[in-house]
């Protein structure tokens, strides 16, 4: 469980310069009941759709969606099967068919609620549906904390390639709340670090350090000590993002070892 778990954590904000597509980064404690009055600001019309996966929503699904409903939002859930193999095209047009279904117009929003296969997919649909909806990304995993949530990039599998299929198109939102990360199996949150390390290795050696010398504290969820890791990680993406949104220069850096990773993860 999350240390120091009575203790304050103050929200800290981000933001990604982008122009008129510019959007801020929460990151926080018990913020997800909050993200229905957050929407209030950013959103013109009552229908929502929450994408998650059956693992996530049973656990944080409901939160989201009261908030939402206390909030005058008309939300629904759509749930998708859990996993990289269904990040493809068939299950893109099973969403579009529930939001069709209900009703959903080009002043919706949608909600991504999940790990980086659910940001993705959900970037990705709110990018053609209508020719392009607005949508916030609420990451429950470290990984998704940290790097697919921020900077846009949003697609789908094929099965020549992974991401072969996709948009940049950047979220309204990123709202992370760092009490998800209780939930999340030690595996993922080592995938989350990786990541981290990463960051540390490429910009920031200072970060690097502070993983070093608070590996424990981090590994024991101790939140001050996985805030600052999150607020930094995603520092340095925005300022990368922000001078080169679509990859023509200097963010392929943030590709380091992803390129031999994607190449092992469909070998």
Known sequence: ???????????????????????????????????????????????????SNPAVYKLYG????????????????????????????????????????????????LIALGGGVIGDITGFVASTYMRGIDYIQIPTTLLAQVDSSVGGKTGVNHKLGKNMIGTFYQPKLVWIDIDTLKTLPQKELLAGLAEVIKY??????????????????????????????????CEIKAEVVSKDEREAGLRAILNYGHTIGHAIETA
């Open 1 to 51: 469980m999350l240390d120091n778990a009575s203790e304050d954590v103050k929200v800290k904000k981000i933001r990604v310069n982008l122009g008129e597509r510019s959007y801020g980064i929460c990151i926080g404690s018990k913020i997800l009941e909050k993200i229905g009055s957050k929407m209030k600001s950013l959103s013109s019309s009552p229908k929502i759709a929450i994408i």
């Open 62 to 109: 409901k939160k989201v969606l009261n908030s939402m409903r206390s909030s005058g939002f008309d939300a629904i859930p759509v749930i998708i099967p859990d996993g990289e193999k269904y990040k493809d095209i068939s299950i893109v047009q099973k969403i579009y068919g529930e939001l069709l279904k209900h009703r959903l117009d080009r002043k919706s929003a």
């Open 200 to 233: 540390g290795v490429i910009w920031d050696a200072k970060l690097f350090e502070f993983l070093e010398n608070n590996r424990d504290k981090i590994l024991r969820l101790d939140k001050k000590s996985l805030t600052h890791i999150i607020k930094r990680s």
